[in-house]
């Protein structure tokens, strides 16, 4: 006696509901290090290990759910986090648009080193979003000081502001995938995932 062969249907949707289970529990990951904070600014921002989870789902699988895991944890982040904004376009942009382009390390799904590229795209995408709100909802009107220099140009002061925490993130979480690199690589490139 043989056993069937499953379906092709059926594979599909045992791999869906793999990825909602581990979208479920990377953000959930994310979550739990986001209170794992390093350092913390005044106005928002902060260096934890929160970001690598969202990125390493993105380059597991795909684009697509990248940017849902990554709107998933902004949400949660403005929920849970004592989200610090001016208003509810600051609550927009710097989390539910935000941390959506942490999905863009999905670009790089099952490419041998496309867990740190992913990183800093993913990063690069999250940083402009902030630059963004620093300069259209933050926008200082008088010199303001931070990190001890006194800005009057608010290109800069949101370049230096979002920079000094988005920079130490993207070294943090580079850091963390060089980590476990070796012993996660068929993870990074997927190929545990059924095809």
Not at 12 to 32: D, F, K
Not at 135 to 150: D, S
């Amino acid at each position: 006696m043989t056993s069937a062969k499953p379906t092709r249907s059926a594979v599909s949707g045992r791999t869906r509901t793999r990825m909602l289970c581990e979208g479920a529990i990377m953000v959930a990951l994310a979550q739990i290090l986001s209170y794992i904070k390093i350092m913390e600014l005044p106005n928002g921002g902060s260096l934890t290990p929160a970001m690598f989870p969202i990125l390493l789902f993105a380059v597991r699988w795909g684009l697509k759910d990248g940017l849902l895991a990554g709107f998933v944890f902004g949400l949660l982040q403005l929920i849970f986090d004592g989200a610090y904004a001016w208003g509810w376009q600051s609550m927009l942009l710097d989390y539910l648009v935000a941390f959506p382009p942490l999905g863009l390390a999905g670009l790089f799904k099952g490419k041998k080193w496309g867990i740190f590229a992913g990183t800093v795209l993913g990063c690069l995408g999250r940083f402009i979003v902030h630059f963004i709100s620093g300069i259209t909802i933050y926008r200082i009107y008088a010199p303001t000081e931070i990190l001890g220099t006194v800005f009057d140009e608010p290109n800069l002061y949101s370049l230096v502001y979002n920079g000094s925490y988005m920079l130490p993130n993207t070294i943090l979480a580079l850091a963390i995938a060089g980590l476990l690199y070796a012993p996660l690589k068929k993870f990074y490139v997927g190929e545990d995932i059924p095809k």
